[in-house]
């Protein structure tokens, strides 16, 4: 473009030199109105053709680039500066459809599904683009040929005038058709740049990119430990947490360095074949624990802490089992220990004080009534209340609960249980109540009067703190001598010996095998 108004402007100022010299050697200035009103029509038809003609160019220089191979972009400019609307809209649809196939191309092959079907759809596009193109240029052929025969005819007519006359009207015509030619490109070079500048950006490319033979990410190594570390701090979390959250002591150790002026009665470990039955109030019929495992361990040294703090006379023969919370676990305790005495030959008995949460008539699985509410109320002999365990190759002596009164508080709290105390002091060598949690219920506070030891009971990482404690100031306030037994400790198998007697057998195979060794020893 720019090429093509340096050469028109340079013809114009040729002939606007040639016009004034011929003028001014001749002395003809101007011409008749007629001859100028036939230079204005011819230069308007001369106008009229070069537009034409720079249409067709355009037009031959886009069929020249659609019918080219590997799919050439077309200029857009090219398209728009033809004014058909159109085509306006194909070169839109082509053009995004060429960036969209770019964009896919850094992603899938010629092959993928994607780019085939999209070079169907260009394809579409660009052969509807040289049809239009092909009807836009023979229209403008045809509209060149009519324009060519309208200024031959001008030209025709031209001849009547005089030589001289003839001469400034050709150099006037030539005039005026370069100068409109000149402002018809100048125009077009207008238009040019601002389509130019609304495509180019200010972007620019200060460095190539690095294209590495290997991804650079994701990194396997590093984003394991990386999330090896995040994943142990949230379990070190999770940890923290529930220990800060917990509510319970989370050691025997913990329990002793917080209570430390109680006397320690024992220590039990968790004894699995003893559990509650899902959320009811009955347990598992008593199982006696093996006296080879560390359960039966702990057991018989309960047992003889209970022997050392009797002594002589009655002292701490009558025990009561307590405890600040359901599920301690002390009817486990009391009937495991009440087992025990009974295997070592002493005459025990045991009393299920708990009223109103009664389980010993389900741990020796035996009838609850009638038991001590009926005989309480002088409703049932004692004798006809008690139950006399044998299925332990033992005596065993069990006053169950009975049924459950409207007011237990009312019927422990009677002269008639304090006179059973005495009664059973007197009997038997070792009394053991099972009795519900204090302070929870007041049934305790009647007991605790009767008995010669409260034995509290605590389960390591189940009883609350904040419950223990009113449990421990309410036995405080009582005055009755107290001793802590902490049932769930864990055990070291490091300091239990565990003795396995051979049998017979075993030992009958031993010497057989001693006897062939000799006999082959001996051949030797």
Do not use: W
């Amino acid at each position: 473009m720019n090429g093509q108004l340096e050469k028109v402007r340079t013809a114009l100022a040729t002939a606007d030199g040639k016009l004034a010299r011929y003028q001014s050697h001749s002395g003809l200035l101007s011409v008749t109105s007629n001859a100028q009103a036939m230079i204005t029509q011819m230069t308007n038809y001369e106008s009229q053709r070069n537009a034409l003609d720079l249409k067709l160019k355009n037009l031959q220089q886009v069929s020249s680039e659609l019918s080219g191979k590997g799919g050439s972009h077309v200029d857009s400019y090219l398209v728009t500066s033809l004014n058909d609307s159109v085509l306006n809209s194909l070169s839109e649809k082509l053009v995004t459809a060429q960036n969209r196939k770019a964009s896919l191309a850094t992603m899938y092959t010629d092959r993928a599904p994607e780019i085939q079907q999209l070079d169907k759809e260009i394809a579409s596009i660009r052969s509807a683009i040289s049809s239009v193109i092909h009807n836009q240029e023979v229209q403008t052929q045809q509209q060149l040929k009519s324009l060519d025969g309208a200024i031959e005819q001008y030209k025709g007519k031209m001849g009547q005038y005089p030589r001289e006359a003839l001469q400034v009207l050709s150099l006037t015509r030539s005039t005026e058709v370069l100068g409109k030619l000149y402002m018809f490109l100048l125009e077009k070079q207008k238009e040019a740049a601002i389509s130019r500048a609304s495509t180019i950006t200010k972007n620019r490319i200060l460095d190539t990119a690095l294209v590495h033979s290997v991804p650079v990410s994701p990194k396997a190594s590093k984003a394991v430990l990386i999330g090896a570390f995040l994943g142990l701090l949230l379990g070190l979390a999770v940890v923290f947490a529930r220990f800060l959250l917990h509510k319970g002591f989370h050691s025997d150790e913990g329990i002793l360095s917080r209570y430390p002026s109680i006397p320690l009665f024992g220590k039990l470990p968790e004894y699995e074949a003893f559990q509650s039955v899902g959320d009811s109030a009955k347990i598992k019929p008593i199982v006696p624990s093996d006296p080879r495992s560390t359960y039966g361990e702990a057991l018989r040294l309960l047992r003889g802490k209970l022997y050392l703090d009797s002594g002589a006379g009655n002292a701490g023969k009558v025990l009561m089992f307590s405890s600040a919370f359901q599920g301690d676990g002390k009817t486990t305790v009391v009937s495991q220990l009440a087992v025990a005495l009974a295997k070592d030959g002493k005459r025990a008995l045991l009393i299920d004080a708990d009223l109103r949460h009664p389980q010993l008539h389900s741990a020796f699985d035996c009838k609850q009534s009638p038991g001590l509410a009926e005989y309480l109320a002088g409703n049932a002999k004692l004798e006809d209340c008690t139950r006399v365990m044998t299925r332990f190759d033992v005596p065993l002596t069990c006053l169950p609960s009975g049924q459950t009164p409207d007011s237990p508080v009312e019927l422990i709290g009677k002269e008639r249980f304090a006179e059973l105390i005495d009664k059973a002091r007197s009997e038997y060598d070792y009394v053991l109540i099972d009795t519900p949690p204090f302070p929870v219920l007041s049934d305790g506070l009647i007991i605790a009067r009767l008995v010669d030891r409260l034995v509290s009971v605590i389960r390591v990482g189940e009883t609350p703190r904040s419950a223990f404690k009113e449990h421990i100031q309410g036995v405080a306030e009582i005055g009755c001598p107290q001793a802590l037994l902490i049932n769930g400790a864990p055990t070291s198998q490091g300091g239990v010996y565990h003795y396995h007697p051979r049998s017979s057998v075993r030992l009958d195979l031993e010497n057989r095998v001693r006897s062939l060794i000799s006999q082959f020893q001996r051949k030797r």
